[in-house]
């Protein structure tokens, strides 16, 4: 008899295909995400999750699951788990470290150039038809990248890659981490360690690029935003609850910042309703990792992890590393 697998939002219709060979596959077909209760009734029997960061898998639920065996995200982060839960129950969590790295690090990039060249407010200018002169000296005045400071709040893979682009923009690169990048990484990315205070205060770009815990709940609010910069410009693809939406929506609204580029919210789909009114603000519906090559990719590395999970092994990309 087959083991059951749960997957909890749409994916690719060979991932589908793949796990079906091998097991009896449980799929969201309308991608509605579930609430967790929804989630417990439907991993009844089931042997293991293939989730993504929007599926909550708290301790009512994996109490109601004691079948499980694994959790797989499609997704580096993994705060929507109940890991220490997980972890006393013997349930593996994994993830999908590295292979999106590069794509959201991209994607960073077109929010910093899409906020500080105000590439948005010009192409709904031109749309809605109001380009009437063909050259103003002073229309949709912007901010040069190249030869800026750019500051990266969270130096680990991503952070490394965004700031590594700046080589490319003559960019100088302060960074502020937990741990001390080595002096060898420091030297090929060109990047200075500095106390966050200061990062704020000399950065003309800051970017935010930390998982999201209680500890890094609002980490930029109002007291950090009003540290930076009447010019300078922020992005966020981290994670949404990183940074208070409100302070930054009244930030942006004062002038207390030049603008924003921002992937990720607090309680998203929802968001803070002032963004909308903010011009200076570039938004997009959390793409960061949303190239077609990246996305299949992850569940393949997913669909690797759970079916390591289901044949006995310890899957490649365990978080819970304890259960090893």
Known sequence: MKQKVLITRKVFPEVVEALSRHFDVVTNADDRPWSPDEIAVRLEGCSAALSTVMCRFDASVLAASPGLKVISNIAVG?????????????????????????????????????????????????????????????????????????????????????????????????????????????LRLKARHVERDELLSLSDFVVVMVPYSQATHHLIGATELAKMKPTAVFVNTARGGVVDDKALVDALREGKIAAAGIDVFEGEPRLHPGYLALPNAVLTPHIGSASRATR??????????????????????LVNKELA
């Open 78 to 186: 993994y705060n929507n788990i109940d890991v220490a839960e997980a972890t006393k129950r013997r349930i593996f969590v994994t993830n999908t470290p590295g292979v999106l790295d590069e794509t959201t690090a991209d994607l960073t990039w077109a929010l910093m150039m899409a906020a500080a060249r105000r590439i948005p407010e010009g192409d709904a200018f031109v749309r809605r038809g109001d380009w009437q002169v063909a050259f103003s000296m002073s229309a949709f005045l912007g901010a040069d990248l190249h030869g800026a400071t750019l500051g990266v709040i969270g130096m680990g893979r991503i952070g490394q890659a965004i700031a590594r682009r700046a080589l490319g923009f003559n960019m100088r690169v302060l960074y502020h981490n937990r741990t001390r990048l080595p002096e060898g990484d420091e």
């Open 296 to 317: 299949l990719a992850m569940c393949a590395m997913a669909q690797d992890n759970l079916m390591a999970a289901l044949a006995g092994r310890v899957p490649p990309n």
